[in-house]
Antibody
Framework: QVQLQESGPGLVKPSQTLSLTCTVS??????????WSWIRQPPGKGLEWIGY???????YYNPSLKSRVTISVDPSENQFSLKLSSVTAADTAVYFC????????????WGQGTLVTVSS | QSALTQPPSASGSPGQSVTISCTGT?????????VSWYQQHPGKAPKLMIY???KRPSGVPDRFSGSQSGNTASLTVSGLQAEDEADYYC???????????FGTGTKVTVL
């Protein structure tokens, strides 16, 4: 059973960089046709793709966030990470990491989500 | 890429059926057979309920079914139960290297 767990600060100051890490257990991040993903959900609102990365390092970013987002992968640690720069209050959200099965276009495993608040 | 359009809310009594629509365009919903549906209870991560328009993952009750006509996909929950009360999101492939887009979400209330 694959499990994903987000970690990182729950409070970030405006204009700073939000950094989160997702640790994958129960399976190798380097196996299969999977894309390791970040999705966010502002309080009371819907889901929004941030982007994803393959274990080989190929990435896709939501065009609306592309200039501020970096997703990286560390196969040796079975982890992948998110950096979102120049944050504002609009970036306050629950951030989910997830496993995206590209050929089926589905997310089959999710982390529990972590709330990140942008506030001074 | 715009979010797919869903009604904000839907409701039904226990035992009844409720159908949720998900409207996109020929560039996403109408162009491919890759619509999926997720259920999300408050404070929880979403759960995959339907994929490839009408397929159910193992463990999802057959009360949940999906269909598609043109640019609109639908999720039907038959025999509503209290635990079906949740938010539901559709998602569709939108071309370009496995990119997909979510719907706006529908809150289902069991009366």
């Amino acid at each position: 059973q694959v499990q994903l767990q987000e970690s990182g600060p729950g409070l970030v100051k405006p204009s700073q960089t939000l950094s989160l890490t997702c640790t994958v257990s129960g399976g190798s991040i380097s196996s299969g046709d999977y894309y390791w993903s970040w999705i966010r959900q502002p309080p009371g609102k819907g889901l929004e793709w941030i982007g994803y990365i393959s274990y080989r390092g190929s990435t896709y970013y939501n065009p609306s966030l592309k200039s501020r987002v970096t997703i990286s992968v560390d196969p040796s640690e079975n982890q992948f990470s998110l950096k979102l720069s120049s944050v504002t209050a609009a970036d306050t959200a629950v951030y989910f990491c997830a496993r995206y099965v590209g050929p089926l276009v589905i997310i089959d495993y999710w982390g529990q989500g972590t709330l990140v608040t942008v506030s001074s | 890429q715009s979010a797919l359009t869903q009604p904000p809310s839907a409701s039904g009594s226990p035992g009844q059926s409720v159908t949720i629509s998900c409207t996109g365009t020929s560039s996403d919903v109408g162009g491919y057979n890759y619509v999926s549906w997720y259920q999300q209870h408050p404070g929880k991560a979403p759960k995959l309920m339907i994929y490839e328009v009408s397929k159910r993952p193992s463990g999802v009750p057959d009360r949940f079914s999906g269909s598609q006509s043109g640019n609109t996909a639908s999720l039907t929950v038959s025999g509503l139960q209290a635990e079906d009360e949740a938010d539901y999101y559709c998602s569709s492939y939108a071309g370009n290297n496995y990119f997909s887009v979510f719907g706006t979400g529908t809150k289902v209330t069991v009366l």
